[in-house]
């Protein structure tokens, strides 16, 4: 079992940057591929960013891909997403959670992840 707690929203301008914090509890989060999620009102939530367990391997969303950077630091039970040019578009709860056991690494579905966090708010101003 993994709790993940997530920090760092805000209001920002557009251009601007954030940098979201997940931080896990228990023993296992090095044991879980991890990944960042999304959702604006009245929308669904959506994939944005995940990282294999050990940090070498990551895989985004088209939407975010060359401005978001999903990282972690296992001896810090801490999962990051750095966040730069920021758009009105990317206004949205941001979610934390972890790859479930026995479903494929490159799983974009919110289905294939657990442990959700209660979620930070970010709001992009235009």
């Known amino acids: 079992q993994v709790q993940l707690v997530e920090s760092g929203g805000g209001l920002v301008q557009a251009g601007g940057s954030l940098r979201l914090s997940c931080a896990a509890s228990g023993r296992t989060f090095n044991e879980y591929a991890m990944g960042w999620f999304r959702q604006a009102p009245g929308k669904e939530r959506e994939f944005v960013a995940a990282?294999?367990?050990?940090?070498?391997?990551?895989y985004y969303a088209d939407s975010v891909k060359g401005r978001f950077t999903i990282s972690r630091d296992n001896a810090k039970n801490t999962l990051y997403l750095q966040m730069n040019s920021l758009k009105p578009e990317d206004t949205a709860v941001y979610y934390c959670?972890?790859?479930?056991?026995?479903?494929?690494?490159?799983?974009?579905?919110?289905?294939?992840?657990?442990?959700w966090g209660q979620g930070t708010q970010v709001t992009v101003s235009s």
């Open positions: 959670a972890a790859l479930l056991r026995n479903r494929a690494y490159g799983s974009r579905r919110s289905i294939d992840f657990g442990f």
């Open positions: 990282i294999s367990w050990n940090g070498g391997a990551t």
